[in-house]
Nanobody
């Protein structure tokens, strides 16, 4: 079993930045891909950014050029640097770990509890 613990959410004005962190309790083969999903008010959960163990990254179109996902394998930690935040980025952000490196995967093996990001215009 793998536990994921997120931190770094909060409230920020449009145009601002936040950095999310997620620490995994251990590495397993079925958690080799890590990433961030979000669910905004009245919306379905969507994949935001995913990173493979080797560093390959995937982003949803709406965040390309603004968000950067990275990881430190030695610390079992994944980060999401969010710049130029918009009100539509307001959502609960969930850290996820899976063996399938896809924004659209339904095979999420582990979820974090979520951290709220609120962007005011």
């Amino acid at each position: 079993q793998v536990q994921l613990a997120e931190s770094g959410g909060g409230s920020v004005q449009a145009g601002g930045s936040l950095r999310l962190s997620c620490v995994a309790s251990r590495y397993t083969h079925d958690s080799r891909c890590m990433g961030w999903f979000r669910q905004g008010p009245g919306k379905e959960r969507e994949g935001v950014a995913v990173i493979g163990y080797g560093g390959t990254t995937y982003y949803t179109d709406s965040v390309k050029g603004r968000f950067t996902v990275s990881r430190d394998n030695a610390k079992n930690t994944v980060y999401l640097q969010m710049n130029s935040l918009k009100s539509e980025d307001t959502a609960m952000y969930y850290c996820a770990a899976t063996g399938d490196c896809s924004l659209y995967t339904r095979q999420i093996n582990y979820w974090g509890q979520g951290t709220q990001v609120t962007v005011s215009s």
